[in-house]
Nanobody, 124 residues
Framework: QVQLVESGGGSVQAGGSLRLSCAASGGTFSYYAMGWFRRAPGKEREFVSATNWNGGSTIYADSVKGRFTISRDTAITVYLQMNSLKPEDTAVYYC??????????????????WGKGTLVTVSS
């Protein structure tokens, strides 16, 4: 059974940093992109960042570019370093694995796998 498990969420003041981690298991992810999405209160899910199968290529939403960094050190582990956090970054962050994540779409097509999410709260 495929599982993606996120960790590292929490509460932080504006300007602070957090690092999210995601570990996948139960499947073969060698050729899957992995990435992060978020859903803020009252809003739709949106794309945050993704990296390709070997971590050599990355893509970011404009809202986080220059502040967040995605990295992948194995086929099954991906991280999101979040710096200079803003209150508008408050959301549940979801890890994802799929073949279309590098398009940066908010609604990736095809087979995708999702974690259950981890809450990030940024206070002003």
């Amino acid at each position: 059974q495929v599982q993606l498990v996120e960790s590292g969420g929490g509460s932080v003041q504006a300007g602070g940093s957090l690092r999210l981690s995601c570990a996948a298991s139960g499947g073969t992810f060698s050729y899957y992109a992995m990435g992060w999405f978020r859903r803020a209160p009252g809003k739709e899910r949106e794309f945050v960042s993704a990296t390709n199968w070997n971590g050599g290529s990355t893509i970011y939403a404009d809202s986080v570019k220059g502040r967040f960094t995605i990295s992948r050190d194995t086929a099954i582990t991906v991280y999101l370093q979040m710096n200079s956090l803003k209150p508008e970054d408050t959301a549940v962050y979801y890890c994802a694995a799929g073949l279309s994540l590098m398009t940066g779409t908010d609604t990736p097509w095809g087979t995708n796998y999702w974690g259950k999410g981890t809450l990030v709260t940024v206070s002003s």
